[in-house]
């Protein structure tokens, strides 16, 4: 049974989260706070598999939780949950590792559907070759394969699209992004990660196959 630690002081959220959970085979702990959400991290026994963390806790607050938390696992999924409206929080959370977010009031369907693909993006067994749907990528050739064609990728593009790949369904900022493939050379304010993200768009985008790349206004791209 799948451990999902919930960090979330709203007792009423809480109530629905545990709830939902469980009736859909999970085992969630809960932490009512930053503090103790950090001391549950670092004894458990048995790891946890995913994190539902809200970022407005009282003291320390969930982007200083999941700042921590990088510190000592860069792997461990981790969802935000979030009531405000500003895209900066997102943004931020992602830029420290977060996987996806989800904006209260929430349906429990679609964050069900965000837990399993974070789950399942993590747990993709170490291979020679990235499967995202109907798109291939071979680590050693760096060619990618889709509708039956051989794409050739300049290095940037194959470092871009490799880290995509290696998240599926996770929302990744330009930050992050630049940080990762470009070890932040240029600024971040440029446009350089539009600019390869339309070239990979050109690419990959087929005739009559489904569009790869979807940006999220604000708070980067997504490969979906």
Same mark, same amino acid.
């Given at each position: 049974? @799948?451990?999902?630690?919930?960090?979330?002081?709203?007792?009423?959220?809480?109530?629905?989260?545990?709830?939902?959970?469980?009736?859909?085979?999970?085992?969630?702990?809960?932490?009512? /706070?930053? $503090?103790?959400?950090?001391?549950?991290?670092?004894?458990?026994?048995? +790891?946890?598999?995913?994190? %539902?963390?809200?970022?407005?806790?009282? =003291? @320390?607050? =969930?982007?200083?939780?999941?700042?921590?938390?990088?510190?000592?696992?860069?792997?461990?999924?981790?969802? &935000?949950?979030?009531?405000?409206?500003? &895209?900066?929080?997102?943004?931020?959370?992602?830029?420290?590792?977060? /996987?996806?977010?989800?904006?209260? +009031?929430?349906?429990?369907?679609?964050?069900? *559907?965000?837990?399993? *693909?974070? &789950?399942?993006?993590?747990?993709? !067994? *170490?291979?020679?070759?990235?499967?995202? =749907?109907?798109?291939?990528?071979?680590?050693?050739?760096?060619?990618?394969?889709?509708? =039956?064609? /051989?794409?050739? %990728?300049? !290095?940037?593009?194959? *470092?871009?699209?490799? %880290?995509?790949?290696?998240?599926?369904?996770?929302?990744?900022?330009?930050?992050? &992004?630049?940080?990762?493939?470009?070890?932040?050379?240029?600024?971040?304010?440029?446009?350089? $990660?539009?600019?390869?993200?339309?070239? %990979?768009?050109?690419?990959? /985008?087929? !005739?009559?196959?489904?569009?790869?790349?979807?940006?999220?206004?604000?708070?980067?791209?997504?490969?979906?």
């Amino acid at each position: 049974m @799948m451990k999902v630690l919930v960090v979330e002081d709203d007792k009423g959220i809480v109530s629905f989260l545990v709830k939902g959970l469980r009736a859909e085979g999970y085992a969630p702990f809960v932490a009512e /706070n930053g $503090v103790a959400a950090v001391d549950m991290l670092r004894t458990a026994i048995d +790891p946890f598999d995913l994190i %539902l963390l809200d970022l407005g806790l009282p =003291g @320390m607050t =969930g982007e200083e939780v999941l700042q921590r938390l990088r510190l000592r696992d860069s792997t461990l999924p981790v969802i &935000i949950l979030t009531a405000r409206e500003g &895209i900066g929080e997102k943004v931020r959370g992602l830029d420290l590792g977060a /996987n996806d977010y989800v904006t209260k +009031p929430f349906a429990f369907e679609e964050l069900l *559907a965000r837990i399993r *693909a974070a &789950i399942r993006s993590t747990n993709q !067994p *170490a291979s020679n070759e990235l499967v995202v =749907g109907d798109l291939r990528f071979d680590l050693q050739t760096k060619l990618a394969h889709r509708g =039956g064609r /051989n794409i050739e %990728l300049a !290095p940037r593009e194959w *470092a871009l699209l490799e %880290l995509f790949m290696r998240h599926p369904t996770h929302v990744l900022s330009r930050t992050r &992004i630049l940080g990762e493939v470009w070890e932040y050379d240029f600024d971040p304010g440029s446009n350089v $990660v539009d600019v390869y993200v339309g070239y %990979l768009r050109r690419k990959l /985008n087929l !005739p009559g196959l489904e569009p790869l790349f979807k940006t999220i206004r604000g708070a980067g791209y997504r490969l979906v």
